[in-house]
């Protein structure tokens, strides 16, 4: 059973435009969302995280969007830029049980100049 | 301040033989887990190791096993190799068993099975 479901598999912004990933959870004991970025050959690496005990995070042109009730988490990347180009992965683990993580199966994310 | 170094980057294996995977954790970390990454696929975790002992464990059979050296470092061991057990295995090491804290990937070890 896929924890963690992430949509959509592929997108394709303009330079300047906000990409939007979505994530969906099933474990209502989830307590952490993290959201990595992956380049090719390389490991993932932390991009923005938050709690459920708070709705938004922002961080520069980051910001997750965070629904308890629905279950559901969203990044947004504003302004976005050929850089950002990458694989994006939502994750969620319950911290007080050890830090196991669940990753969606991951958004590449192309980013027209 | 090094990061989470894994060795080597690159591995080919027979199906049927044995492969070890080295990790050194952050500067700091005392805890590492494994994850393996199939092509075009988000990171599945297989395992956790604290104190030496592993804490947790992911969906895998047994012929995944680890270890945890007094200096923190750890390796993952796969025996009797299957085509299907090719792909990136990420080490990601993190302060303490519990929460989030600095949770941090390498770069992983690309391993094919031919």
């Known amino acids: 059973q896929q924890q963690v479901k992430q949509s959509p598999q592929s997108l394709i912004v303009q330079k300047g435009g906000i990409s939007i990933i979505n994530c969906a959870y099933e474990n209502t004991a989830f307590d952490y969302f993290p959201w990595y970025q992956q380049f090719p050959g390389k490991g993932p690496a932390l991009l923005i995280a938050i709690r459920p005990d708070v709705s938004e995070k922002k961080e520069g042109r980051f910001t997750i969007s965070f629904n308890k009730s629905a279950k559901q988490f969203s990044l947004h990347i504003m302004d976005s830029q050929p850089g950002d180009s990458a694989t994006y992965f939502c994750a969620a683990s319950l911290s007080n049980t050890g830090n196991q993580f669940y990753f969606g199966t991951g958004t590449s994310l192309t980013v027209i100049p | 301040d090094a990061g989470v170094t894994q060795s080597p980057t690159h591995l080919i294996k027979t199906r049927g033989q044995q492969v070890t995977l080295r990790c050194s954790p952050k500067s700091g970390h005392d805890t590492v887990s494994w994850y393996q990454q199939a092509l075009g696929q988000g990171p599945q975790f297989i395992f956790q190791?604290?104190?030496?002992?592993?804490?947790q464990r992911g969906n895998f059979p047994d012929r995944f096993s680890g270890h945890q050296f007094p200096n923190y470092s750890s390796e993952l061991n796969v025996n009797a190799l299957l085509l299907g057990d090719s792909a990136l295995y990420l080490c990601?090491?993190?302060?303490?068993?519990?929460?989030?804290?600095?949770?941090?990937f390498g770069s992983g070890t690309r391993l094919t099975v031919v």
């Open positions: 990601a090491s993190s302060l303490g068993p519990m929460g989030a804290r600095g949770y941090t």
């Open positions: 190791y604290y104190e030496e002992e592993e804490r």
